[in-house]
């Protein structure tokens, strides 16, 4: 009989690509995978059919705020209870007091997924209660997990130091992706993700006037969208800036290889983004696009040993812009920069994290 992982997340299954490798790794090795998430308004209900994984979405009254987490974490209470599984899987803070609940109370264990540094998100750094709260769910529940991984090498340091226990890493790598070689490059910058704030769209959106012959796309979706899309206009540049909400992973796979650039900005807010380690960063040049993207820690480690990225220090629109031109102006610039991304691209893949995944829930 095979084990049953059940797999919490707060999203919408069908748009987290992190959450769909690794339920296909898993049932790779042999378990039996069940992910519970969201439902949201503009889900389809149908979307996930057809996948080898079983699923179930909350469909929920509030969308955000203290509320969504509280009537969230209440339904997954509940539901947890009614599982037989012999794995539990928190993703991130906001999933993980039910499944430790219940894990305690059934003999479950309890593997904790950490995606981003909870307690440092942007959205936490002015409302001084809200993250001390968070931060006593960390420390109680943390070190009542069997297992934990992260997706980058600074985040499991500062977890290991804090918690003083193991934390493995399991990068945000893609699958090795066949490239269509139909597709023609474009003269376009393309952004994946969420569209919260912090993520450098401003200064993108207004470096556009600067930018003849090229066009920049937002694809994905979130609260900041509305104020976006009034910043291009107030810029002049919303026929340039087009904005293609939500699309699959393989819809998103076959647009963003008509890029020639790929957005990956942060500001400097919080552990969580100056630690990170973005899937779309990886996901760019396994599609054959240069990233561009922060300084930071990772991202710099990453370039020392593959020169595969374009790194600016500062969001700075003169700094951005000099940057990109000395990959434009120059043509053998980009070419090289793009052999690199293809190197780069052969050795960052999600099948070389498999089996480290699969040995970590082997291993509980």
Request: glycine letters at 6%; a positive charge; hydrophobic letters at 35%.
């Given at each position: 009989m095979k084990q049953k992982i059940v797999i919490s997340v707060t999203n919408d299954i069908v748009y987290d690509q992190r959450m769909l490798k690794t339920a296909r790794s898993l049932i790779r090795c042999g378990f039996e995978v069940h992910i519970i998430g969201r439902l949201k308004k503009d889900s389809h209900p149908d979307q996930l059919e057809g996948r080898d994984f079983n699923s179930y979405r909350f469909k929920l009254w509030f969308t955000k705020g203290k509320f969504f987490y509280l009537e969230y974490n209440l339904r997954l209470l509940f539901y947890l209870w009614k599982q037989k599984a012999t794995i539990f899987c928190a993703v991130d803070l906001d999933t993980i007091l039910p499944n430790i609940i219940i894990g305690r109370l059934r003999r479950i264990p309890v593997i904790y997924d950490a995606h981003e540094y909870f307690t440092e998100v942007p959205e936490l750094a002015d409302r001084r209660i809200e993250k001390s709260i968070w931060k006593w769910v960390e420390k109680k529940a943390i070190p009542q997990c069997r297992s934990m991984y992260t997706v980058s090498n600074q985040l499991a340091y500062l977890f290991n130091r804090e918690y003083n226990r193991k934390v493995d890493i399991i990068y945000n790598y893609p699958f090795s992706l066949n490239k269509n070689t139909a597709i023609q490059k474009e003269d376009l910058i393309v952004y994946q993700g969420d569209l919260n704030v912090g993520r450098g769209l401003e200064l993108a959106i207004q470096a556009m006037r600067k930018l003849e012959g090229y066009n920049l796309v937002i694809i994905g979706d979130g609260y900041h969208r509305l104020f976006l899309e009034n910043w291009a206009t107030q810029w002049g540049v919303n026929?340039?800036?087009?904005?293609?909400?939500?699309?699959?992973?393989g819809e998103l796979n076959s647009y963003t290889q008509k890029a020639r650039f790929g957005l990956n900005l942060l500001e400097n807010k919080g552990l969580n983004y100056y630690y990170s380690?973005?899937?779309k960063f990886f996901d760019y040049m396994q599609a054959g696009v240069i990233p561009i993207t922060m300084n930071f820690p990772e991202y710099y480690r990453i370039q020392r040993e593959y020169n595969c990225a374009i790194l600016i220090n500062a969001l700075d629109e003169e700094e951005y812009l000099s940057a990109l031109h000395r990959v434009i102006s120059i043509e053998n610039n980009y070419l090289d920069l793009?052999?690199?991304?293809?190197i780069a691209a052969s050795f960052l893949t999600w099948e070389n994290q498999e089996e480290k995944l699969c040995s970590i829930y082997k291993n509980v």
């Open positions: 026929e340039r800036v087009e904005f293609k909400g939500k699309l699959t992973p380690l973005a899937n793009l052999k690199n991304v293809d």
